[in-house]
C-alpha cells in the first residue's frame, strides 16, 4: 500500500529562520512522482512542485528547496528564510507516472511563521 | 487564483438531507477531482472524471455519487448526510488524464451538517 507520512503536525518559527519539513514515502513502486502542495489560511491548495523518483538532483526555487532522497524514501521541503506568508499547511503527495492510482497525501504539517 | 470555481462556498444543512456541490474546471482542463478534507482523515480522493467519463474511484461513500457534464463541469452529490460528512469538499483539474499532471485546486466547499 501506499503511504506518506508527515510526522511533523505542527511547527512554529521566527520570521527569517530556516525551516525544514519532513516527508517520507512508502510504495512498492519502481518509479513514481512526488509532489509538494501549500493550503494558506485561504483554503486553496497550490501546487509547489512535482519530482519523478528517477531524478535525484535537489531543486531550489527562490527560498525553496527540495532534497528527495531514494535511499531514505525521504522528499523533505526547506524554506530559507521564512516570512509570513510562508504560514500555512503543507502537504506532501505520492503518485503514479502512468495509470489512474490516485495521489495519496500525507496529513500535512502546519507552519506558523511568527513576525 | 487557479482557474477552478466551486460553488456554494459554504453550505449549513441537516442529517438526512441531500446537498450538490458544483465545479467548473479551468478552461481547457479535461480532468476533475474530487477531494474530502477533514480534520482527522485529512485530505481523501474521492472520484476522477476525465472528459465525461469516470477515471478512478476512492473511497467514495455509496451514498456519495458525482458526474462530469459535457460541458466539462462536475457535480457532487451527497446525500442521506451524517454528521460526519461534514468536511471541506475540494475540486481540482487538470489537462491530461494522468493523475501525475498538476492539480489546480478551487476554493473548496465547506459542508456542515448539523
Known amino acids: 500500500a501506499q503511504k506518506v507520512t508527515q510526522a511533523q503536525t505542527e511547527i512554529s518559527v521566527v520570521e527569517k529562520e530556516d525551516v525544514t519539513l519532513d516527508c517520507v514515502y512508502e510504495?512498492?513502486?519502481?518509479?513514481?512522482?512526488l509532489f509538494w502542495y501549500k493550503q494558506p489560511p485561504s483554503g486553496e491548495l497550490v501546487f509547489l512542485i512535482r519530482?519523478?523518483?528517477?531524478?535525484?538532483q535537489n531543486e531550489i526555487s527562490g527560498r525553496y528547496s527540495w532534497n528527495f532522497q531514494k535511499s531514505t524514501s525521504s522528499f523533505n521541503f526547506t524554506i530559507t528564510a521564512s516570512q509570513v506568508v510562508d504560514s500555512a499547511v503543507y502537504f506532501c503527495?505520492?503518485?503514479?507516472?502512468?495509470?489512474?492510482?490516485?495521489?495519496?497525501f500525507g496529513k500535512g504539517t502546519r507552519l506558523s511563521v511568527i513576525a | 487564483d487557479s482557474g477552478v470555481t466551486q460553488t456554494p462556498k459554504h453550505l449549513i444543512t441537516a442529517t438526512g438531507q441531500r446537498v450538490t456541490l458544483r465545479c467548473s474546471p479551468r478552461?481547457?482542463?479535461?480532468?476533475v477531482y474530487w477531494y474530502q478534507q477533514s480534520l482527522d482523515q485529512g485530505l481523501q480522493f474521492l472520484i476522477h472524471?476525465?472528459?465525461?467519463?469516470?477515471?478512478a474511484k476512492g473511497n467514495i461513500l455509496e451514498r456519495f455519487s458525482a458526474q462530469q457534464f459535457p460541458d466539462l463541469h462536475s457535480e457532487l452529490n451527497l446525500s442521506s448526510l451524517e454528521l460526519g460528512d461534514s468536511a471541506l469538499y475540494f475540486c481540482?483539474?487538470?489537462?491530461?488524464?494522468?493523475?501525475?499532471?498538476?492539480?489546480?485546486f478551487g476554493p473548496g466547499t465547506r459542508l456542515t451538517v448539523l
Open positions: 481540482a483539474s487538470s489537462q491530461g488524464q494522468g493523475v501525475y499532471n498538476e492539480q489546480f
Open positions: 510504495t512498492r513502486d519502481t518509479t513514481y512522482y
Open positions: 519530482r519523478n523518483s528517477f531524478d535525484e
Open positions: 503527495a505520492l503518485g503514479p507516472v502512468s495509470g489512474n492510482t490516485p495521489l495519496v
Open positions: 478552461s481547457g482542463d479535461l480532468s
Open positions: 472524471y476525465y472528459n465525461g467519463e469516470e477515471r
